[in-house]
């Protein structure tokens, strides 16, 4: 299993972001010196940025997604208010793979050429925890051109169907966020999906490098046998 850190971003620089709430910033900083920490001390070199200032395709974010790059990741996922193909191609541009809501698909520009003609073909989020949409919504995805599909759902359950059903499309599954109150629910959801064998996991990168366990989200999603 891949695991891939999240890390939120605000006009390009690193927030906190709380379950359900506006991000409150707690720590301010360069992505790329996160990144960077996971780089040196961990297998991880896929990450996603979040700009939860929607602005996924402006110039702070694209900067943070290039430089993080540029030390080493393989691929960086951008997401934060990507709703049409030109935002897409701004960001594939860049050398990021764009994470767009599913009102891309409403886009008509948006096809299977015109994706396959992106540096970086897009990868639409789903958030749904029923099983029979989430499959007509994941289908509808890849058949417009999508490159892979982000399913955030509280589900893992779900999640793991889902996977099994992409079979070699990218798919990206992405629990609920990590809070001190959640921590071990969070470390739970991630272990269903490594045991049901999810090939690429999101979790919020933050909260690991806010509590200084850099190496211990790939310890810790091992099962408890094996841990």
């Keep these: 299993m891949i695991i891939v850190p999240s890390i939120a971003l605000s006009d390009g620089a690193v927030v ?18 996160v990144a960077r920490r996971f780089l040196s001390s961990t297998v991880a070199r896929v990450f996603h940025l979040h700009a939860l200032d929607g602005n996924a395709a402006g110039e702070p974010t694209l900067r943070a997604a290039a430089e993080i790059l540029e030390a ?23 050398g990021a793979a764009a994470v767009a809501d599913e009102a891309l698909l409403d886009d008509a520009r948006l096809t299977p050429e015109a994706a396959d003609a ?13 099983e029979a949409s989430a499959v007509e919504r994941m289908v509808r995805a ?21 996977a099994h059903r992409a079979r070699s499309m990218p798919f990206f599954a992405r629990g609920p966020l990590a809070s001190e109150a959640n ?12 045991r049901g064998g999810v090939a690429n996991v999101i979790v919020d990168g933050e909260w690991y490098v806010d509590y200084n366990t850099l190496n211990e989200p790939f310890d810790l999603l091992r099962p408890k046998e094996e841990a």
Excluded: K
């Design 16 to 33: 906190r972001p709380r379950p359900f709430e506006v991000a409150d910033e707690v720590f301010t900083g360069a992505p790329v010196e």
């Design 72 to 94: 080493g990741a393989e691929v960086v996922l951008v997401e934060g208010g990507v709703r049409d193909l030109d935002q897409c191609a701004t960001i594939a541009a860049r």
């Design 118 to 130: 992106l540096p970086r073909a897009p990868i639409v989020r789903v958030a749904d925890d029923v």
């Design 142 to 162: 890849v058949e417009r051109g999508a490159w892979g599909v982000v399913h955030v759902s509280t589900n893992p359950a779900l999640s793991i169907e889902l």
């Design 183 to 194: 921590v071990e629910a969070v470390i739970d959801h991630q272990r269903a999906l490594y």
